[in-house]
T-cell receptor, first 112, second 112 residues
Framework: SQKIEQNSEALNIQEGKTATLTCNYT??????LQWYRQDPGRGPVFLLL?????KEKRKERLKVTFDTTLKQSLFHITASQPADSATYLC???????????FGTGTRLQVFP | DAGVIQSPRHEVTEMGQEVTLRCKPI?????LFWYRQTMMRGLELLIY????????DSGMPEDRFSAKMPNASFSTLKIQPSEPRDSAVYFC??????????FGSGTQLSVL
């Protein structure tokens, strides 16, 4: 069955360091992959989209990579700040459907 | 734009009662999605609509769940009868032709 895996354990890093979050998937051929941020008590907020024919996408301090051979996406936050503390969700979309399927998310905690 | 609006924000009910969750999508968005989020299962897609028509309801857990979209600006998710295992946060999201989803703030449902 289709499966999207993100680290269930929280990632704790020091302010200023680069945070790297992982999203792995199986039995799926996504046309694109998205990353969302979710704060407690709020709905997810879209951050970045990367398509299957793109290797890397950047937006300010954020960088996403997409390796369809490894079936993996990496999400990087450079020069992390305490305000980056949140749960980050990856989501996969296929070309033949409008569905967006989410991973369970990884909680990031950035300490001053 | 006010964004996606969900009501109520919190709902506490007793087992066996009917529960109705409401959603107003962003004006002009022609896709509407209902998701359920729990710690154990993450964010699960329940059903989605395109131009007010249900397209895929394969994620609806059982017949106790039903969803309607009578017009472009309103959708409901109904649970009848409710059970304690239905306790979760229910999110509504909308989008246009692009794949980026805009989420509401969710309804925290507790069934006692």
């Amino acid at each position: 069955s289709q499966k999207i895996e993100q680290n269930s354990e929280a990632l704790n890093i020091q302010e200023g360091k680069t945070a790297t979050l992982t999203c792995n998937y199986t039995n799926y051929s996504p046309a694109y992959l998205q990353w969302y941020r979710q704060d407690p008590g709020r709905g997810p907020v879209f951050l970045l989209l990367i398509r299957e024919n793109e290797k890397e996408k950047r937006k300010e301090r954020l960088k996403v990579t997409f390796d369809t051979t490894l079936k993996q996406s990496l999400f990087h936050i450079t020069a992390s700040q305490p305000a980056d503390s949140a749960t980050y969700l990856c989501a996969l979309g296929a070309g033949n459907t409008d569905k967006l399927i989410f991973g369970t998310g990884t909680r990031l905690q950035v300490f001053p | 734009d006010a964004g996606v609006i969900q009501s109520p924000r919190h709902e506490v009910t007793e087992m066996g009662q009917e529960v109705t969750l409401r959603c107003k999508p962003i004006s002009g968005h022609d896709y509407l999605f209902w998701y359920r989020q729990t710690m154990m299962r993450g964010l699960e897609l329940l059903i989605y609509f395109n131009n007010n028509v249900p397209i895929d309801d394969s994620g609806m857990p059982e017949d106790r769940f039903s969803a309607k979209m009578p017009n472009a600006s309103f959708s409901t998710l109904k649970i009848q009868p409710s059970e304690p295992r239905d306790s979760a946060v229910y999110f509504c999201a909308s989008r246009t032709g692009g794949s980026k989803l805009f989420f509401g703030s969710g309804t925290q449902l507790s069934v006692l």
